[in-house]
């Protein structure tokens, strides 16, 4: 991106994420390792850009990422983030909604809430992460502290929220005193007191930056580092215990330069008068773009490496400064209001004292209209106005807008209105159900299937020609893990296959083909369910109105809950010799496969495949050995898209 790339802006926002790596550095240095980072990213990562920041994050390390309200959570969902995200404040009811389907974790700080939040989990059939708040001083959010210990245990005999975290919030960590020790105290009684009931809850959390800079011994099982990972010391004592190092500039240009007589007003009431003859720059910048009204005639900027006065009142989108004493300077010249040229800097802290405020509502405010340009390796990594940068509240209006351009593509790229729509239509269908439920991805699909000759009713000699055949089937894919309690599906027609299609538990669907005998134990039966190699039991099986159920749970599963892990299942089945085909449908967005038909233990004769895949790669690589197997493979980079699949037809 090149100077006047840039330049095409009033005014522009630096973040250099080469620093914010660099902040990162220095922050895995302070706390010991196997303690988990949250970073915080309220505010739009307070002001330096959420979405940019967030993904910085995690490729540094960090685990989780907290926000201040669902829809601060909702835009990095929408962006593609699928980190767990902490909402970091109490909910409102009016946000469950958002909060249950983009899978948010909300802070709870009383038991109305969560029973309320129990109540919606339940009619979604989803559990969901939670983490409890303790006020021990703060004044704020969460449960009062002697109300604690009873508060967690009604909350955990909720049976859909899983909870994952418990903290608090320090009331002055970026000082020495003792009310931090004596919050912490109150908080390490309760952890105690927990303890001996047999109660842990897995995270524990309560150093924010200036706890991890001047109580390392707070760390616990996690941090929640905001200000300092943007490279602001939380005050003026903790800058000897960490090197950081300022993450966003805030930038504009000259615009114009005049030459004033002595005795000349500048700006709105006349509150600056000359004193002499004066040269005055105006930069594009005022209190809409949160430089404050209260720096009128006693900010300073940088011009030239210079530190030059702001002078009159700061307007709405205009300001003055004077440039008497840099004759060289030229309309165009690049203006820093916070950050550094040359030898000379302007910080957040600086100007924060300067208005009477704190370095938090500086960051948040400066520069709120302007664009970002993210800096990388030193060069303009992108550029991203404000408009395109923040999500708009009001996400149903969003979604339908984002809904209209793309049925308007369709539209456009089949040359036919009636077209595309049917084929928006059927691509939603497809993908999303008829709920606008989250996109379910699978990875490293594997199915292996193994036919032999029956081992024989009431217990005949195996390989005895007879009217069914054993089936085998082996499933294995990658997937984010979103219900520690799953079923296994068994469906005697479509209308059943389809209700169990609707149920987000669901984590595998059989078809029984037509005519074949519904004994369970006989012609259907779970063998094995495996999450990461590790056996999952089966709780109970039953037959429903939608057909044969297998429910699979763990309390191990809780641990892995929004994070990607390894399914495999394996089904051994009873099947009609007088039926001669099986089928394999994809029925998720679906990137790498692997499907094998073993059929050396029959006496098929003429096994052939029917595929249609939709996908970059409509054929994939067919592999066979005649008399003992086909394998059909697509690359791991490559996704195959739902509504394909193979159909293994044979003479028997």
């Not at 390792?33 to 995690?58: M, N, R, T």
């Not at 829809?71 to 962006?79: A, F, I, K, M, T």
């Not at 029984?512 to 089966?538: C, Q, T, W, Y």
Request: aromatic residues 10%.
């Amino acid at each position: 991106m090149s100077y006047r790339e840039v330049h095409k802006y009033r005014s522009w926002v630096e973040v250099d994420l080469d620093y914010f790596a660099r902040n990162w550095k220095e922050m895995k240095r302070l706390v010991r390792p196997g303690v988990k980072i949250l970073q915080v990213v309220k505010a739009d990562a307070y002001g330096h850009g959420a979405i940019e920041i967030a993904e910085a994050a995690l490729k540094n390390g960090a685990v989780y990422l907290g926000v201040a309200n669902a829809d601060e959570g909702v835009q990095l969902r929408v962006s593609g983030l699928m980190a767990p995200i902490v909402i970091l404040s109490p909910s409102p009811e009016g946000e469950i909604g958002e909060i249950i389907k983009y899978n948010l974790t909300p802070s709870v700080s009383d038991l109305h809430f969560a029973r309320t939040l129990q109540d919606r989990c339940a009619q979604a059939h989803v559990r969901l992460p939670v983490h409890i708040e303790v006020d021990t001083g703060m004044g704020r959010g969460g449960t009062l502290y002697y109300e604690a210990q009873q508060t967690i245990k009604n909350i955990l005999a909720l049976p859909d929220l899983i909870v994952e975290g418990l903290f608090t919030h320090l009331a002055a960590s970026e000082t020495l005193q003792d009310y931090n020790e004596s919050q912490a105290e109150l908080f390490h009684r309760l952890l105690a007191k927990l303890a001996e009931e047999g109660i842990r809850i897995p995270i524990r959390h309560m150093s924010n930056s200036g706890a991890i800079l001047n109580y390392p011994q707070f760390n616990l099982d996690m941090v929640r580092p905001g200000l300092m990972s943007y490279g602001i010391y939380p005050s003026s004592e903790t800058k000897d215990k960490a090197d950081l190092l300022p993450v966003m500039s805030f930038k504009t240009r000259v615009v114009l330069l005049k030459d004033f007589p002595k005795g000349y007003s500048i700006g709105y009431n006349r509150t600056y008068i000359t004193t002499r003859p004066t040269r005055i720059a105006t930069i594009p910048v005022g209190y809409g773009d949160g430089y404050g009204v209260i720096l009128s005639n006693q900010g300073e900027v940088l011009i030239r490496g210079k530190r030059v006065p702001v002078v009159g009142r700061v307007s709405m989108d205009m300001c003055t400064v004077d440039v008497s004493e840099i004759p060289e300077c030229q309309v165009d010249d690049e203006v820093v209001l916070m950050g550094r040229q040359g030898h000379e800097a302007i910080s957040a802290n600086e100007i924060a004292r300067r208005v009477g405020s704190i370095s938090y509502e500086i960051l948040c405010a400066l520069g709120k209209r302007a664009p970002r340009l993210f800096l990388h390796k030193g060069k303009a990594d992108s550029v991203l106005p404000r408009l395109r940068r923040i999500y708009v509240p009001g996400e149903e209006r969003s979604i339908d807008r984002i809904d209209s351009i793309i049925r308007q593509c369709f539209q456009t790229r089949a040359r036919s209105e009636e077209l595309g729509n049917a084929i928006y239509y059927e691509m939603f269908e497809t993908l999303f159900g008829k709920e606008d439920r989250q996109l379910e991805l699978r990875e490293d699909f594997r199915y292996d299937i193994t036919v032999a000759e029956s081992a024989g009713e009431n217990g005949g000699p195996a390989g005895r020609r007879g009217d069914s055949l054993d089936v085998t089937t082996r499933v294995a894919y990658r997937k984010t893990l979103k219900n520690d309690t799953f079923l296994i599906g068994c469906a005697f027609d479509e209308e059943q296959l389809a209700a169990f299609f609707e149920d987000p538990r669901c984590e595998y669907r059989w078809l029984m083909s037509k005519g074949e005998h519904p004994v369970m134990e006989r012609n259907f039966l779970v063998a094995g369910v495996a999450v990461d190699g590790r056996d999952v039991p089966i709780v109970r099986t039953e037959m429903t109105s939608r057909g044969y159920e297998v429910w699979c749970s763990s309390d191990s599963l809780r641990d892995k809950l929004n994070t990607e892990v390894e399914i495999a299942i394996e089904i051994f089945t009873k099947k009609s010799r007088a039926n001669n085909i099986f089928s394999v449908y994809i029925v998720y967005p679906t990137r790498g496969l692997d499907i094998s038909f073993h059929y050396e233990q029959t006496g098929f004769r003429h096994v052939r495949e029917v595929s249609f895949f939709a996908g970059k790669q409509p054929y994939p690589e067919v592999i066979r050995e005649r008399g003992r197997y086909i394998r059909l493979r697509v690359p791991n980079h490559t996704w195959v898209f739902p509504n394909s699949g193979v159909t293994f037809i044979w003479d028997s």
